[in-house]
Nanobody, 126 residues
Framework: QVQLVESGGGLVQAGDSLRVSCAAS????????MGWFRQAPGKEREFVAA????????WYADSVKGRFTIFSPDAKNTMYLQMNTLKPEDTAVYYC???????????????????WGQGTQVTVSS
């Protein structure tokens, strides 16, 4: 049984930083990529960032490039999303996900991710 558990969400002000984490358990993830998606009220779930299990490759949505950093130190079963210069439009439930790497894609499709966490709320006040 695969489990992904997010933590670290909260309420911050615009311009602040926040780090959310995802702990994975239940199998070996060496062939997987790990990603973050988010869903704001009334909106569809959208891709935020992804990282290869080795940590050597990363992918970002244009809306977060230069502000967010995804990393998985030491290829252990924990992944982080460092969010800087947060904006009110970053407010959403953030979901951790794991799926197989797909060659020739930007790893942004939610359908390629097989496992999902329950989500953690991030709220950015103006």
């Amino acid at each position: 049984q695969v489990q992904l558990v997010e933590s670290g969400g909260g309420l911050v002000q615009a311009g602040d930083s926040l780090r959310v984490s995802c702990a994975a358990s239940g199998r070996t993830f060496s062939s997987y990529i790990m990603g973050w998606f988010r869903q704001a009220p009334g909106k569809e779930r959208e891709f935020v960032a992804a990282v290869s299990w080795s940590g050597l490759s990363t992918w970002y949505a244009d809306s977060v490039k230069g502000r967010f950093t995804i990393f998985s130190p030491d290829a252990k079963n924990t992944m982080y999303l460092q969010m800087n210069t947060l904006k009110p439009e970053d407010t959403a439930v953030y979901y951790c996900a794991a799926g197989l790497y797909r060659y020739g894609t930007t790893q942004q499709g939610a359908s390629q991710y097989d496992y999902w966490g329950q989500g953690t709320q991030v709220t950015v006040s103006s």
